[in-house]
């Protein structure tokens, strides 16, 4: 009897085990988007928070080395301030002051003794006033070093949420790999060549938007062998001479006085997706150019397949 319950638990085991089916390419992709979507904001965070970072230290680095160079001058003027008491030591007043005190001119007595006087004042007033500047200057270097220490740490912090996603990322693209649905792009890609109707530094953003079709997606890529999103879109618009920020919530904050509407668009304007996770550029003839996801490759697509386009600037 016991027996007889075994096999027959080990039956509806096997048959549950059986009955859950592999995924198919439509719920592994629809996965993967859905994923994507959440690693798309988590990814535009971590590099805002690198560009925070780099901020941060080259301000610290720049304030540093000006208190380092003031700290030279400083350590120079004490030098000099002890030169004069060892020189006034041996030779300066030793010889000066019998000659001061003998002569008969009590004006030239007050005259000589006010100038060795006003030597020491000087150099001590100067000491005086380059102390006060760096106790300013350190206090500056101090609230950078804070500033560059809790960029450090929300970068940290930034990096290991997108490590995260990263690995749940990395099981889709595994199951993609499995059905042969991964694009692992050409980082040495030519692209296709621009031939739509842009002009001016339009048309340059898009040829070199154009030039990077086929090269892969890769979180935190600004090319040239690899790009994200706005790594992209930044790149493009660089090539045509205009900066614009590196992620997409800066590029869409940095054109609030260059919005323009969904239905008067041109070729070479932003666009946005909602939550601000991603960006593409509009090419004209109803496409777009920009790069989708990981597991895919910069490409040109139709307008509608962008997931839900909420605005867009025109650098």
């Given at each position: 009897?016991?027996?007889?319950?075994?096999?027959a638990?080990?039956?509806?085991?096997?048959?549950g085990?059986?009955?859950?089916?592999?995924?198919?390419?439509?719920q592994?992709?629809a996965r993967?988007?859905?994923?994507?979507?959440?690693?798309?904001?988590?990814?535009?965070?971590?590099n805002?928070?690198?560009?925070?970072?780099?901020?941060?230290?080259?301000?610290?680095?720049?304030?540093n080395?000006?208190?380092?160079?003031?700290?030279?001058?400083?350590d120079?003027?004490?030098q000099?301030?002890v030169?004069?008491?060892?020189?006034?030591?041996?030779?300066?007043?030793?010889?000066?002051?019998?000659?001061?005190?003998?002569?008969s001119?009590?004006?030239?007595?007050?005259?000589?003794?006010?100038?060795v006087?006003?030597?020491s004042?000087?150099?001590s007033?100067?000491l005086?006033?380059?102390?006060?500047?760096?106790r300013?200057?350190?206090?500056?270097?101090?609230k950078a070093?804070?500033?560059?220490?809790?960029?450090?740490?929300?970068?940290?912090?930034?990096?290991?949420?997108?490590?995260?996603?990263?690995k749940?990322?990395?099981q889709?693209?595994?199951l993609l790999r499995s059905?042969?649905?991964?694009?692992?792009?050409?980082?040495?890609?030519?692209?296709?060549?621009?031939?739509?109707?842009?002009?001016?530094?339009?048309?340059?953003?898009?040829?070199?938007a154009?030039?990077?079709?086929g090269?892969?997606?890769?979180?935190?890529g600004?090319?040239?062998?690899?790009?994200?999103?706005?790594?992209?879109?930044?790149a493009?618009?660089?090539?045509?001479?205009?900066?614009?920020?590196?992620?997409?919530?800066?590029?869409?904050?940095?054109?609030?006085?260059?919005?323009?509407?969904?239905?008067?668009?041109?070729?070479?304007d932003?666009?946005?997706?909602?939550?601000?996770?991603?960006?593409?550029?509009?090419?004209?003839?109803g496409?777009?150019?920009?790069?989708?996801?990981?597991g895919?490759v910069?490409?040109?697509?139709?307008?509608?397949?962008?997931?839900?386009?909420?605005?867009?600037?025109r650098?």
């Open positions: 009897m016991a027996a007889g319950l075994a096999i638990v080990l039956l509806i085991q096997a048959s085990a059986e009955a859950k089916p592999k995924p198919t390419v439509a592994t992709k993967l988007a859905k994923l994507n979507d959440q690693a798309d904001k988590v990814v535009d965070r971590y805002l928070a690198g560009e925070h970072w780099k901020k941060a230290r080259k301000e610290y680095n720049l304030l080395g000006r208190l380092k160079d003031r700290l030279t001058e400083i120079a003027l004490r000099g301030l030169s004069v008491a060892v020189s006034n030591y041996q030779t300066g007043d030793l010889m000066a002051w019998p000659n001061l005190v003998t002569q001119d009590p004006e030239s007595l007050l005259s000589g003794l006010a100038s006087d006003q030597m004042e000087g150099q007033r100067t005086t006033e380059f102390e006060n500047a760096t300013s200057l350190k206090g500056q270097r101090d070093k804070g500033a560059y220490d809790k960029a450090i740490d929300l970068f940290d912090d930034l990096r290991k949420q997108k490590k995260d996603v990263e749940l990322v990395g889709q693209e595994r059905l042969n649905s991964f694009n692992a792009g050409n980082p040495n890609s030519s692209g296709i060549k621009y031939t739509g109707s842009a002009s001016g530094n339009a048309r340059t953003a898009l040829q070199f154009f030039a990077q079709v090269k892969p997606y890769r979180y935190g600004t090319g040239p062998g690899a790009y994200d999103c706005s790594g992209l879109t930044q493009s618009w660089r090539a045509a001479g205009v900066g614009i920020p590196r992620t997409a919530a800066e590029q869409y904050n940095w054109g609030a006085s260059r919005r323009v509407s969904l239905n008067a668009l041109q070729p070479g932003l666009l946005f997706a909602a939550g601000l996770g991603h960006v593409g550029m509009y090419a004209g003839g496409k777009m150019v920009h790069a989708p996801q990981t895919d910069v490409k040109v697509v139709p307008l509608s397949s962008y997931r839900g386009i909420i605005g867009a600037v650098p």
